[in-house]
């Protein structure tokens, strides 16, 4: 008899069941604590506020409000809350680690000079620093995000008729760059690019601030101007700008301020901030430039058509008066080097700016001269020239020293920016953060904090990671794995200064949308007032880069003790709707250690 050969192929199905989480043993015992007879009452549930949640402020009310927000489940009990329901208000909005309506509670009455200001860079730009477009939607994105600093370039626009906002981005072309560019200009000793971004209108860049400055806050926003115009496009921005904001605009009444308004001053009021052009006439064209733009600034003041000496006329010199009039916030450097641009005049306060660099190095010899500095002056920090896809960088080296501005691209996404908008979510998200007061404080010798100085461990936190839920309502089955359930893990850590930077990680829980980790972890910290808690949530890929399953950073100085919920966000920074870990938070002494 011949033989047969056959090919046989099987086929199946995987199918997993999207089980319900059962209340993990710190919500039992927490329950099983506070209850009576396996149900929770008013007071039961208020005593639990105080004694676990460490709440205590709490009120009837408050809890009153809790029992309120359950009515709708089918597993409330008008007698009280059984475990079930218990543990859905755990993971709910009423019991959030940070709540996002908490209300500005630092003192708002010291000058400017004394808190972190939310800061955008190039604030304008829809993407890279070279050839990305000009808009006005990343200003009013940044301003509903609770930005307080918005920066704009001012340039000539083609015919030296107008004023337009782009990204000038001039160096010397011995650097390499990865982006096509324009030649433009050359200088004797100097060669200088032109980016390609494409250029908005200032009109309606300064409208767009006025239309959405303060709806996510009340706090006055700083307007840094670039200035690279002659004086007759000044004045037309000196028109602008005073027809735009009218009554919001804040005029000083002295152009030698002794020292920077409140915040609470200045509530729901535009302030501008950019260079005096006074450089711009005559022998002071040799003063040395703020802004990245360097050397070349005082050549690009004028129009680019002149090529001989410029000299003012009667008409500019008032111009320039109308001009300084706006400015409410004097940025610059003085004449000599970095010691000289770090000099405090007790009889006037200004702005000075410096990139990431030159700030890395000026910590290295004059650390305790920029705290001093920043003590009645405003140090702005911005990215380095060579950031052209828009990253950023460790804001904590600004912060540290004291550095008000830390000046961010808010376009993109990251690790830092993640940081920048967990540090704002302070002081119920103002765009103001008040500074710590070693960073204001003086010795008796005039002696100031030192960055560079050794720093004891103040506080222990320890967070245990519970479980993690609401992927599968937020995502797509197969947005993690086509064929199986995610394997998430979970990384949590503290940014801050560099002794407090710590990264930890959960066990991977595999094939699960609704993990349970369970995991206890314990942080030294040496300064809580500037330490963020990072957590993102990944998930595991053998083929490769981890899958994002999102991420929040939280101030840890505003956390709230207890079994807490905490709410993810995307890339972006915007919050999903149900992805969230359950926490346990407790802080201790270091001699609990």
Known sequence: MPKQNFKVCLCWRRIFKTRVVEPPPDVKNAFNHFSQSGTMTVDDLLTFLIEHQGENNATKEDAQAIFDSLKHLNIFHRRGLHLEAFFRYLL???????????????????????????????????????????????????????????????????????????????????????????????????????????????????????????????????????????????????????????DMLYWSETENMQQFPSPESLKKRILISTKPPKEYLGENRGDVS??????????????????????????????????????????????????????DDPMKVRRLSLSEQELENAIRTYATKIVRFTQRNLLRVYPKGTRLDSS???????????????????????????????????????????????????????????????????????????????????????????????????????????????VKQTAIIEDEWLPVWDQDFEFLIRVPELAVLRIQVLEYDTTGRPDFGGQTSLPVSELRTGIRTVPLCDKKGNKYKHVRLLLSINFGRPYDL
């Open 290 to 343: 703020e802004t990245e733009s360097g050397r070349v600034r005082n050549e690009l003041s004028r129009n680019p058509s002149d090529v001989g000496e410029h000299f003012p006329d009667e008409d500019e010199e008032n111009t320039v008066v109308q001009y300084r009039q706006l400015i409410a916030i004097h940025a610059g450097k003085l004449k000599g080097g970095l010691e000289n641009w770090l000099s």
């Open 92 to 246: 709910g909005d009423h019991n959030l680690a940070h709540p996002p309506s908490s209300k500005v509670h630092h003192d708002m009455t010291a000058p400017l000079a004394h808190y972190f200001l939310f800061t955008g860079h190039n604030s304008y730009l829809t993407g890279n620093q070279v050839i990305s477009a000009s808009s006005v939607e990343p200003i009013k994105d940044a301003l509903l995000r609770g930005v307080r600093v918005i920066e704009l370039d001012l340039w000539p626009n083609s015919k030296g008729d107008d004023v337009e906002i782009r990204h000038g981005g001039y160096h010397q072309l011995a650097t390499t760059f990865s982006y096509p560019i324009f030649l433009f200009s050359c200088k004797k000793e100097h060669d200088f690019y032109k980016t390609l971004t494409s250029p908005v209108d200032l009109q309606k860049c300064l409208q767009a601030i006025k239309e959405n400055a303060f709806h996510a806050s009340e706090y006055p926003v700083v307007i840094t101007f670039e200035d690279h115009l002659n004086p007759n496009l000044q004045k037309k921005v000196a028109k602008m700008v005073t027809e735009t904001f009218g």
């Open 392 to 502: 950023n960088y460790n804001p904590f080296v600004g912060w540290m020293h004291g550095a008000q501005m830390v000046a961010f691209n808010m376009q993109g996404y990251g690790k830092y920016l993640w940081i920048m908008q967990g540090m704002f979510k302070a002081n119920g998200g103002c765009g103001y953060v008040k500074k710590p007061d070693f960073l204001l404080r003086r010795g008796e010798n005039d002696e100031v904090f030192n960055p560079s100085a050794p720093l004891e461990v103040k506080t222990v936190m320890r967070v245990k990671v519970i479980l993690g839920e609401g992927w599968h309502q937020d995502f797509h089955h197969t947005a993690f794995d086509r064929y199986s359930p995610p394997d998430f893990y979970t990384k949590i850590g503290i940014a801050g200064v560099p002794e407090d930077k710590d």
